[in-house]
């Protein structure tokens, strides 16, 4: 009896083993495609200076540029430019520190789009916004006090709030209806940096780029090339290594307990798109400076919802954000001048 049940207890372990080593998976890009994709720049009217996102809406590219304090959101169909909304300042009606949201299907759907603000959340109609409706007629969704030092937004609902901000979690968890806040981290040590304080953790050695749907919460890690995939609980789904994932672990040490990185460490993820049932994750695998002098030619990596790699794009410029809409890669990057400009291209059919 105690042999059959020392037996069923290793098979129980083993079970557990099993379970647990399948979320932590190493991909195979041996059999996936790449395609070669080349981008043409924008020529639009009125192209925003300093763009830092872009989403597609509806036959609408709208640019976010939080630089521009009389208009950070320009709206275009094609190259024409329709409209621009939301000024930045001090006014009842001003944005503070407007935050362009549209990481994911529950956040940029139909026709609108939430913006953020240090204090609340607005929904803003793409008509509303060529109508130049004020920010004090928009749907609004309140920010704690405990939360508003935030980077991205991840889900809205009656009940949940799922925020990244800047404290000792790489995730916050807000419930509305009794105000409880619970914060997780999912990174994991490094034996050469052990010293480091989570806040460390969460906000340098592994920060990240977030988005989400209405599945799932992802985070691409910055300085290691994994990605995490979570329940919107905040649930460990699949963690995905890359092959060499961990290029960076030797070249990360700790300096005045800051962490620091070797001038050799590479930069990996640079953002993180949604798109129906599949991802798509930015990636520049290349050094600080090939990045800022536009060197780094980037990549797109297309995975199912379980990070299973479908395709890869082989971009000719260096990315940092990116929207895929009616079949067409709409990009802000760097040219080789070093000015950030709009690109796009048309995508293979096989994609």
């Known amino acids: 009896m105690m042999k059959k049940s020392s037996i069923l207890l290793l098979l129980a372990i083993g079970g557990f083993l099993s379970c647990s080593d399948s979320k932590h998976e190493t991909i195979d890009l041996k059999d996936v495609p790449t395609l070669e994709v080349r981008l043409d720049k924008m020529d639009l009217e009125n192209s925003p200076l300093y763009p830092k996102g872009c989403c597609a809406v509806d036959s609408f590219l709208v640019i976010f540029d939080p630089k521009d304090r009389d208009g950070f959101l320009s709206i275009y169909s094609g190259s024409n430019l ?88 790489q995730l916050s968890f807000y419930n509305k209806n009794n105000a409880q806040l619970i914060g997780k981290n999912y990174f994991e040590k490094i034996s050469s940096v052990r010293d480091a304080s989570d806040f460390c953790y969460a906000m340098q050695i592994y920060d990240a780029y977030y988005m989400s749907d209405n599945k799932n919460l992802v985070m691409a890690y910055k300085n290691r090339k994994q990605i995490d995939i979570l329940s919107l609980s905040g649930e460990l789904q699949h963690r995905i290594y890359f092959p060499d994932y961990d290029y960076n672990d030797s070249k ?15 930069v990996y993820f640079s953002f993180a798109a949604v798109a129906d049932d599949h991802y798509y994750f930015l990636c520049w695998d290349d050094t600080k400076s090939n990045i800022r002098s536009g060197k780094a030619k980037t990549k797109i990596y297309k995975t199912d919802l379980k990070g299973q790699v479908q395709a890869v794009i082989q971009l000719d410029k260096s990315i940092s954000y990116c929207c895929i809409a009616q079949g067409y890669l709409y990009a802000v990057g760097l040219s080789e001048g070093e000015d950030m400009q709009t690109y796009y291209a048309p995508l293979p059919e096989s994609l």
Request: with cysteine; charged share 20%; glycine share 6%.
């Open 82 to 169: 329709l409209g621009k909304y939301g000024t930045i300042g001090e006014g009842p009606d001003d944005f503070i520190n407007p935050r362009f949201i549209s990481n994911g299907k529950t956040i940029c759907t139909s026709r609108d789009i939430q913006i953020g603000d240090i204090h609340g959340i607005y929904t803003l109609n793409v008509d509303s916004a060529l109508a130049c409706v004020a920010k004090s007629k928009l749907p609004r969704t309140e920010i704690p006090d405990d939360l508003y030092l935030y980077n991205y937004i991840l889900q809205n609902t009656d009940s949940m709030l799922v925020i990244q901000q800047t404290s000792d979690f």
């Open 252 to 266: 990360m040490f700790l300096k005045d307990r800051n962490l620091a990185l070797s001038d050799d460490a590479h």
